[in-house]
């Protein structure tokens, strides 16, 4: 299906590739109502690192395997959305709002907990 085109509920269909692009620049991420093809994955984009001093309770309690987190400047909105692929949002640090409200995760294997930042709404429905 060509970028731009519609899936079979209507929903306008964007390339995961569209979203890492913006998240790279540090652009807003802003959709509703789409579904994102393919896997928004951070380790596919390059972006700043910051270490965490006090790591070694993420890692001895939460299970991070990294006292170096991603650095996430744009503010993400998915939502009434559908996302088929995986998320991989893990070890991230995220500085502006993000929010999945209504966005139904496709693939059971998507890594989005253990988010670190103040804005993050979750309202996620993970199949």
């Not at 620049?25 to 109502?33: A, L, R």
């Not at 998320?87 to 409200?101: K, M, R």
Request: aromatic share 8%; no cysteine; net charge negative.
């Amino acid at each position: 299906m060509a970028e731009g085109t519609q899936d079979m509920q209507g929903l306008r269909e964007v390339p995961a590739s569209e979203i890492l692009a913006k998240i790279e620049k540090g652009e807003p991420v802003e959709y509703d109502g789409v579904n994102v093809k393919g896997d928004l994955d951070l380790a596919q984009i390059n972006l700043p690192k910051r270490a965490i001093e006090e790591a070694y309770w993420l890692i001895e309690y939460l299970g991070h395997g990294s006292d170096e987190y991603n650095v996430i400047k744009s503010p993400i909105k998915i939502i009434n959305s559908q996302i088929d692929g995986t998320v991989e949002f893990g070890n991230a640090i995220f500085e502006e709002d993000i929010t999945f409200y209504g966005t139904e995760f496709l693939k059971p294997n998507s890594k989005i907990r253990y988010l670190i930042g103040e804005h993050i709404s979750q309202d996620l429905n993970l199949k």
